[in-house]
């Protein structure tokens, strides 16, 4: 194999590669510091360099040690800057080490690490400053660990080579020893003086941003020209939602928190070049508080940077899309669909859109349809991943309505996006005296409207557990949600939505959610039912029993 095709994949382990050796570097720093110098090098090293020079290299050396063992980190996470700050700290200790002793051996080592980087820039391409990066309990703890294991390695040297027959006050007074002292002391000093600023300059948990708030203009203005966007996104309109914004302003990534569990409702929305630096900063942001970070709702698109961040993932669905250009009513198999969507409209049911903002003029008609609605169904309103009812919330929306004799008897929300892919549907709730099969009906109407307005698709939503494996080797994860698909009818109509869904010919894409850990995944999807429900109080709010005439 040839070096240029040999080349994608170092750039694929160089960070991992890097962080390792500026790691090694850190440690070897460390060690050297704290422990004595070979006596005939020093006593050459005396004849021609001053004793201030010895005593500042030896004391910035195990600085410099420390730095570079933070600085893995920045590399692991592919950061440009960490690429820079570990060149200069590896040349840098590799000429300092020729002055604290003549070891010239690890000058050789530490030189053989800066060439290794150095040909693998374009490895680390995200361009955020290492002041913005966050400093986990994690990394202090690492780092702390170190200072402690090359500070005891110069105490039992100085215990056991020639000081071995001397008290420890003794060595205290011994200059060499000093000096190792002083080195390790001034590592831990400058370890907890990073420690006190991590403390200060850790970004507080970012507060819910909902109307009222300057940021939710943001993220309109962002949702209104988005590269990067499904119909799904508008929930960041909801009103519960936390947001990370780009250092430009035009992308912003969505989440939720539920103790100690951090989860951003589907990929960053904005700018196609800004959702990487999104995705790290929000993995870093929950590490730093030392929270678990999921990513929920993500698609086959999104595994490829799940595989890049280091994640474990799960698929935990599918969701049906109908391409809008083959749709039609023609042939056999829609007869069904074609005869329920023509006797509603022969029975007098009537299809329209209001723009968004329009629905205002028919809210209270909307909220008394919604109520009864709500009345018949389980959980009450819903947040986080699903639209609940809130007069502002639907204003924010095209907003479709299906009349009869005049009256309004069933309403969807509409969720678009600014280049038109696809949209979807959010809120769709009816009345007791809609007529049957009403979701037919606005199905058929809204598929025809959307293309009729240059949609290319239609997103029919999840059918949650749907798709999994139940084979001898499947992840235990997909083998449990596979038998809750089978036999937990009596929990969500899990199967029903799926056969209702096919009537359309969809095409079905998988869901995921991914995780540092797979062993996190159960407890975020647990408070993504709670986050969604509102709580155990909703989870566990019953139905009142359906009245007659009710449409199926």
Do not use: C
Not at 374 to 400: I, N, Q, W
């Amino acid at each position: 194999m040839s070096a240029p095709e040999l080349r994608p994949a170092a750039l694929a382990v160089a960070p991992t590669l890097a962080a390792i050796l500026a790691a090694s570097a850190g440690v070897l720093l460390l060690a050297s510091g704290a422990t004595p110098s070979e006596p005939t090098r020093f006593a050459i090293l005396l004849a021609f360099a001053p004793s201030a020079l010895i005593e500042i290299s030896h004391f910035v050396s195990s600085i410099i040690g420390l730095v570079l063992v933070l600085l893995a980190f920045g590399l692991r996470a592919r950061l440009d800057a960490a690429w820079w700050a570990s060149l200069v700290m590896l040349a840098a200790g590799a000429v300092l080490a020729i002055f604290k002793g003549l070891n010239w051996e690890e000058t050789a080592t530490l030189t053989a690490f800066f060439v290794a980087i150095l040909p693998f820039h374009e490895a680390f391409p995200r361009k955020a400053a290492l002041s913005r990066m966050e400093i986990t309990p994690g990394w202090l703890l690492s780092a702390a660990a170190a200072i402690g294991g090359a500070a005891f390695l110069g105490w039992w040297m100085f215990n056991h080579v020639e000081y071995a027959d001397r008290s420890w006050m003794r060595i205290m007074g011994d200059r060499e020893a000093a000096r190792a002292i002083r080195s390790s002391i001034a590592a831990a000093v400058v370890l907890m003086g990073i420690g006190v600023w991590r403390l200060i300059a850790t970004p507080a948990t970012p507060p819910v941003v909902d109307d009222t708030d300057p940021d939710f203009d943001r993220v309109r203005a962002i949702l209104a020209k988005a590269e990067a966007a499904e119909p799904a996104s508008n929930l960041a309109l909801l009103g519960d939602k936390r947001f990370l914004f780009s250092a430009s302003g035009e992308s912003f990534l969505m989440f939720g928190v539920r103790r100690r569990s951090w989860i951003a409702l589907g990929p960053p929305i904005g700018r196609h070049d800004e959702r990487m630096e999104l995705f790290w900063r929000f993995r870093e942001l929950a590490d730093a508080h030392a929270a678990r970070a999921g990513f929920y709702a993500l698609g086959p698109e999104d595994l490829p940077d799940t595989v890049d961040l280091g994640l474990a993932i799960q698929k935990t669905g599918e969701s049906a899309i109908v391409p809008l250009e083959s749709f039609s009513l023609a042939g056999r198999r829609r007869e069904v669909l074609r005869r329920n969507w023509r006797k509603a409209g022969e029975g007098g049911a009537a299809f329209e859109v209001l723009p968004a903002g329009a629905a205002m003029t028919v809210m209270a008609e909307l909220r008394v349809i919604s109520d009864a609605w709500l009345a018949h169904h389980a959980g009450g309103e819903k947040s986080f991943s699903m639209g609940g009812f809130d007069p502002r919330y639907v204003a924010e929306f095209p907003v479709a309505l299906v009349r009869s004799e005049g009256r309004i008897v069933a309403f969807a929300t509409l969720w678009t996006t600014a280049h038109k892919a696809s949209f979807s549907m959010d809120l769709m709730r009816y009345s007791d005296e809609a007529p049957k099969n009403i979701m037919d009906y606005l199905f058929v109407e809204l598929l025809q409207w959307g293309k009729a307005e240059g949609y290319t698709a239609f997103e029919f939503g999840m059918a949650p557990l749907a798709g999994l494996d139940d084979r001898p080797l499947a992840p235990i994860m997909s083998r449990v949600g596979r038998l809750l698909y089978e036999r937990g009818e009596g929990i969500y109509n899990f199967q029903g939505v799926r056969r209702y869904k096919d009537k359309y010919d969809p095409v079905w894409q998988p869901r995921y959610i991914a995780a540092p850990r797979r062993w996190a995944i159960p407890f975020l999807l647990a408070d993504i039912g709670l986050l969604s429900s509102g709580g155990m109080s909703g989870l566990t709010k019953r139905p009142r029993p359906s009245s007659a005439g009710r449409p199926s």
